[in-house]
């Protein structure tokens, strides 16, 4: 008894002290608080914290659901990680999907779905949150989860903290950092810890590139048996909860995503890797000369040397395919997704685990939605592609509305009597234009989608991919019919899709963020505030709004308003670096510099590599006159790459207004690759070349914004005044009466016109 009761009380002390000295986080996934006077429970911003480090962890998405269900509402918790999630847009994922789904199937019945996802997790982080959920009062629960097994906490290529430890280690140690005692361990451990990435902070798909794993290593079996026992236990938390549960297979891209690394037999002899080496070396150029039979045999013969070799399978499938053996080519792009050494997606024995494990349910309110074989037979040859996915697991609009419609399909199933009775039976179910038209989806949040997969596109594990050039091409095409959406028509007819999906959903939060960014974009200030406004006071928990909204108001030079908006979503969000140089940017404008400073160096403590807070502090610096420290800060910012393209336009205007011509250019050029829709900047890239003295890529750029954007009249206003430079009057004048004849009291057409019309002679009129 005194050894275990002395240490026991000892530690209950020092537990006790810790909590009432406020040391620690609460670690619950769902937290109680008060939502417009009525009790309600929100996310834990800080639940990753324990998995990931502060640092690291990624955010839950939003969520505000009211303790006590509302009569005669139907309460769905959707869990798994960023495909469930909805990246790269949760805003039209498969929760927001499936809400716009039942709500316009059944319109008299309230419908609550709840993103429980998260980016990054697995089924070990997967569990906690299930476990947490019960007490969310959830009538049916959705399972898509099985894309992070590998690479998400405890798993066999995980860069957070241990890989493979023994099942009962890793729920022993998640049990022990939800105390005080545990965490204070784990912050001293997360101090002096090394990252195998090599940097703290998030750093997406790149940081696991050295994480590789065969399909045939034995950890991988510590993989699967954990999988399967967690699967098992979260469906035993919903039907413990009292709701049904919806089991479905995780659909990935095959056909368009080759594999991210791979390699070949350790075991091979010398002999055996050259001949390996040789056949493959030989295939390529065949395949490569437009051979595919000659290509495949090639291939086939390498396979009998070794074939598991991700890379050598995925391109016998190819040529499979363009030969017609469609059941050869399945059977090699599924095999090239399995032995993949990057493990970023769910391979078919998951695949397999989550059936049998549905299976093992049966008749017990647990159903399976087979989402893998239901993509796969509304794809091209049966093989899910980028027809579904933007690139390798993450579905685009089509593929989620397809999931939903799978997993609905099931979740009917689990509906209340009182609920299905209201549709007969063979009632067509809501058409994807209709979810469209709910959530407000627009060629704009097209144009938003590509600019972010773009960026992913350029950098590794993407870039290493045999297929990259391809698929750069087909981004670059898609970005290509959609590019006008940018233009001021495309932005009105966004915002017009955004007020019918509001009246449809005046208390939808979401639709109410996206018609702020839409109206902020347009120059409706009072638009967009009142809907920035709206979307926080609906979804006070959310830090993105009231960044939003603290960024609006910055705009309009309010920056009183700004600062208490930026402080509400810093005490939700800490760690954000953007909000935290947003804060700082309020702080300069309002002259507190020293309380800007002050947060520009909290954001570049968190992430040193942040260009945008060293551009911030050293303007701030330089109005301040500290002048050698200013420069340290613009060389910081210069040299820390950012990759999205406003973050870029905004170094390349910065550039720009300091005389850095060349600096500017490569900004802007970079910028324009993401978004080569965006009209604005290639406006702006057309006078940094002006400037410059370089007329003819000005010219190039102003001709590109007038194509995209042929009724915008400052870039034909500056497409001409390009031409006069360049002595091409007779183009100028026409751009300007263009101009003149869409608004004839543009006084700088006007200005130009009058100048260049005694210059220019007038075409001689025609003879009889």
């Given amino acids: 008894m005194a050894l275990i009761g002395v240490p026991a009380v000892l530690l209950g002390a020092i537990e006790l002290a810790l909590r009432l000295a406020g040391f620690g986080y609460p670690t619950a996934f769902l937290l109680p608080d008060s939502v417009q006077a009525q009790k309600s429970w929100v996310q834990n911003n800080r639940f990753g914290w324990p998995f990931f480090g502060p640092q690291k962890a990624r955010l839950p998405q939003p969520i505000s659901i009211p303790q006590t269900k509302a009569p005669g509402a139907v309460r769905i918790f959707v869990f798994g990680e960023s495909a469930a999630y909805g990246d790269p847009q949760p805003e039209f994922g498969l929760p927001r999907m499936l809400q716009a789904l039942l709500s316009l199937r059944y319109p008299g019945v309230k419908f609550e779905v709840v993103n429980a996802a998260m980016t990054a997790i697995n089924s070990h982080v997967i569990l906690r949150i299930a476990r947490d959920c019960r007490k969310g009062d959830g009538d049916i629960w959705v399972l898509y989860m099985g894309n992070n097994e590998v690479v998400g906490p405890f798993g066999a290529g995980t860069i957070f903290g241990s890989q493979t430890p023994p099942l009962t280690w890793i729920r022993a140690s998640i049990a022990l950092k939800r105390t005080q005692i545990g965490q204070l361990f784990d912050s001293f451990f997360q101090r002096f810890q090394t990252s195998l990435a090599g940097k703290d902070d998030w750093g997406g798909m790149e940081m696991f590139l050295n994480q590789q794993v065969r399909a045939d290593e034995p950890r991988m079996d510590s993989v699967y048996r954990d999988f399967q026992r967690n699967l098992a236990d979260v469906i035993r938390e919903g039907r413990r909860s009292g709701a049904g549960v919806v089991v479905s297979t995780v659909a990935v891209n095959v056909k368009d995503c080759a594999p991210f690394a791979s390699s070949c037999r350790p075991n091979l002899s010398e002999p055996e890797r050259q001949k390996l080496d040789g056949l493959y070396r030989a295939g390529v150029q065949e395949q490569q000369s437009g051979l595919n039979r000659e290509a495949a045999e090639m291939f086939r013969q390498a396979a009998l040397v070794d074939d598991s070799m991700a890379e050598l399978r995925f391109r016998q499938a190819e040529c499979e395919l363009a030969l017609g053996a469609i059941p050869e080519a399945q059977r090699d792009f599924n095999a090239a997704r399995d032995l993949d050494t990057l493990r970023f997606r769910c391979d078919s024995r998951l695949n397999s685990i989550i059936r049998q494990t549905a299976a093992n349910w049966n008749g017990e309110a647990v159903l399976l939605a087979d989402a893998e074989r239901a993509l796969g037979q509304q794809s091209p040859d049966g093989l899910c592609g980028s ?41 067509p179910w809501p058409a994807q234009s209709d979810c469209a038209r709910r959530l407000g989806w627009s060629a704009w949040s097209q144009c938003q989608a590509f600019s972010e997969v773009a960026a992913r596109l350029a950098r590794p594990p993407f870039t290493a991919q045999l297929n990259h050039d391809a698929q750069l091409r087909r981004i670059r095409t898609l970005i290509d019919g959609v590019r006008f959406a940018t233009a001021p028509a495309g932005l009105a007819a966004a915002i017009k899709a955004g007020e019918a999906a509001e009246r449809e959903a005046p208390d939808d939060p979401v639709v109410h963020e996206q018609l702020a960014l839409q109206k902020e974009q347009a120059g409706d200030w009072a638009g967009a505030t009142a ?101 340290d800060c613009f060389r910081a910012a210069l040299t820390n790459h950012v990759s999205r393209p406003h973050d870029l336009a905004t170094l390349a205007r910065f550039c720009r207004s300091h005389g850095w011509f060349a600096e500017a250019s490569m900004n802007y050029d970079e910028a324009i690759k993401l978004a080569p829709w965006d009209v604005a900047m290639r406006i702006d890239a057309g006078q940094n070349f002006s400037a410059w003295g370089r007329h003819d890529d000005a010219l190039r750029q102003y001709a590109a914004a007038v194509q995209m954007a042929p009724e915008l009249e400052p870039a034909r206003l500056e497409l001409g005044r390009e031409l006069m430079k360049l002595g091409r009057n007779p183009e100028a004048l026409a751009q300007f009466e263009e101009v003149l004849e869409r608004d004839a009291t543009n006084a700088a057409a006007l200005d130009c016109a009058r100048t260049l019309r005694g210059l220019v002679p007038k075409p001689a009129k025609g003879g009889g």
């Fill in 531 to 631: 809907e920035a406004r709206r979307a926080a006071d609906l979804l006070p928990s959310s830090a993105v709004h009231w960044t939003r909204l603290g960024v609006i108001l910055a705009e309009q030079r309010r920056p009183e308003e700004a600062i208490e908006a930026f402080h509400r979503a810093v005490r939700l969000d800490s760690l954000n670096v953007w909000t935290l140089r947003s804060l700082a940017l309020a702080e300069a404008l309002l002259g507190q510099n020293g309380r800007a400073i002050q947060d520009f160096k909290r954001a570049l403590a968190l992430n040193p590599r942040y260009g945008l807070a060293w551009l911030g502090l050293g303007t701030v610096l330089e109005q301040a006159g500290r002048q050698a420290e200013a420069a």
């Fill in 387 to 427: 027809n579904f996915f933007y690139e390798h697991a993450h579905l685009n609009f089509d593929g989620n509305y397809r999931l939903a419609r799978t997993i609905a399909a099931q979740v009917e199933q689990l509906l209340p009597r009182r609920v299905t009775g209201l549709v007969a039976a063979g009632d």
